[in-house]
């Protein structure tokens, strides 16, 4: 099945630094999508992203389908970005296949 | 909208229990996927469903756990017996297309002693 890995496997910041988060994938994908874990175990939707560039606040996500890579960032880092984030792809096997994720720790 | 509601959100009970998990996917979305997370496996797919028929059972991890989707509206998650190893948070998500944005609920946290 389709290998979908994430880098780095964890990450510490203090409060207003900017962060950039990489997801590569082993085959094409027909979906790609970034989520938050936040500590109450909340998986929330950032940003559905198969291809191109999309901005949300302080949070921005570039898919470039052709290298088979997803890079997240996050500006201003805040406490409240802490936690886990996912990338998550939709491939040929037709299935959601997460990768292990990004632990982020913002410190105040 | 409510978005994708699970219910419960924990539940504590002992080896060879029965457990159902219950699942209501956002309206008007035609597919409805049963995921566990672990920490040694991390997120999984275990079944998903389209208008209210499994598509992709594959990921079921035995016979003691079936799922099923009697209306758009409601799904659920069955454990029969349960074992200390199906120990982990059972997410459900919902789509309104294949490929499209899933869109998960909070999770029902099982513990099993």
């Known amino acids: 099945g389709i290998q979908v890995e994430q880098s780095p496997p964890d990450l510490i910041l203090q409060e207003g630094a900017n962060s950039t988060l990489r997801c590569n994938f082993s085959d094409s994908v027909n979906n790609l999508q970034w989520f938050h874990q936040n500590p109450w175990g909340q998986l929330i939707n950032l940003f559905y992203?198969?291809?191109g560039t999309k901005q949300n606040g302080r949070l921005s996500a570039t898919t470039v389908a052709t290298e088979r890579y997803s890079l997240l960032y996050i500006s201003s880092s805040q406490t409240t970005d802490s936690g886990v984030y996912f990338c998550?792809?939709?491939?040929?096997?037709?299935?959601?296949?997460f990768g292990k994720g990004t632990l982020l720790t913002v410190n105040p | 909208d409510a978005g994708v509601i699970q219910s419960p959100r924990h539940e504590v009970t002992e080896m060879g229990q029965e457990v159902t998990l219950r699942c209501k996917p956002i309206?008007?979305?035609?597919?409805l996927f049963w995921y566990r997370q672990t920490m040694m496996r991390g997120l999984e797919l275990l079944i998903y469903f389209n208008n209210n028929v499994p598509i992709d059972d594959s990921g079921m991890p035995e016979d003691r756990f079936s799922a099923k989707m009697p209306n758009a509206s409601f799904s659920t998650l069955k454990i029969q017996p349960s074992e200390p190893r199906d120990s982990a948070v059972y997410f459900c998500?919902?789509?309104?297309?294949?490929?499209?944005?899933?869109?998960f609920g909070p999770g029902t946290r099982l513990t099993v002693l």
């Open positions: 998500a919902s789509s309104s297309r294949l490929a499209g944005e899933q869109f």
């Open positions: 992203i198969p291809s």
């Open positions: 309206s008007g979305h035609d597919y």
């Open positions: 998550a792809v939709w491939g040929s096997n037709y299935k959601l296949t």
